[in-house]
């Protein structure tokens, strides 16, 4: 459940805003050769990390327009492995893939930011979040988008620590 203050959402806005910003420079200083090799062997790449992100955002995007229309939060999942290999990351130039993740998250970071408190912060009781967000809760509990926005943010930071740390 998201129960922060409006100080505490903006806070958190940004602290996203940031690391967006942070994450892009620091992504666009790994080689397109160090890019292209998995951190360990049988695992994604980093360009493969980034390309799963751009897809996160791009399942989330949808997600959190959506569910400011509905009282609940029960969204589709994806198959990460097939949406990843499908798309063929590893072909891609890594400074587009970079860039398409940086704006992409802008974009998302806007949405957050003009997304109503009230449609933030209401209690939604039927939810598949249990499944499909990386914080784990119990199917019975009542969640909040503020609540999901949050969890992808986290996924994200993750991820970026995958590739970065």
Same mark, same amino acid.
């Given at each position: 459940?998201?129960?922060?203050?409006?100080?505490?959402?903006?806070?958190?806005?940004?602290?996203?805003?940031?690391?967006?910003?942070?994450?892009?420079?620091?992504?666009?200083?790994?080689?397109?050769?160090?890019?292209?090799?998995?951190?360990?062997? @049988?695992? #994604?790449?980093?360009?493969?990390?980034? @390309? +799963?992100?751009?897809?996160?955002?791009?399942?989330? +995007?949808?997600?959190?327009?959506?569910?400011?229309?509905?009282?609940?939060?029960?969204?589709? @999942?994806?198959?990460?492995?097939? #949406?990843?290999?499908?798309?063929?990351?590893?072909?891609?130039? #890594?400074?587009?893939?970079?860039?398409?993740?940086?704006?992409?998250?802008? $974009?998302?970071?806007?949405?957050?930011?003009?997304?109503?408190?009230?449609?933030?912060?209401? /209690?939604?009781?039927?939810?598949?979040?249990?499944?499909?967000?990386?914080?784990?809760?119990?199917?019975?509990?009542?969640?909040?988008?503020?609540?999901?926005?949050?969890?992808?943010?986290? $996924? /994200?930071?993750? +991820?970026?620590?995958?590739?970065?740390?």
């Amino acid at each position: 459940m998201d129960s922060q203050t409006n100080t505490g959402y903006a806070d958190f806005l940004s602290d996203f805003g940031e690391t967006i910003e942070t994450a892009a420079a620091r992504l666009l200083e790994i080689s397109e050769e160090r890019s292209a090799v998995p951190r360990v062997e @049988g695992k #994604w790449s980093r360009k493969e990390i980034i @390309g +799963h992100l751009i897809d996160s955002a791009s399942n989330n +995007h949808s997600r959190f327009v959506r569910a400011q229309f509905t009282d609940e939060l029960v969204f589709p @999942g994806y198959e990460q492995n097939a #949406w990843v290999e499908s798309q063929r990351y590893q072909e891609k130039p #890594w400074p587009e893939l970079v860039a398409l993740w940086q704006l992409y998250n802008r $974009h998302i970071l806007h949405i957050m930011k003009v997304t109503p408190a009230d449609t933030r912060m209401k /209690l939604r009781h039927k939810h598949n979040l249990h499944v499909i967000a990386s914080d784990k809760l119990s199917p019975d509990e009542p969640v909040t988008l503020g609540f999901f926005m949050r969890d992808y943010v986290d $996924h /994200l930071k993750k +991820h970026l620590d995958q590739i970065l740390g």
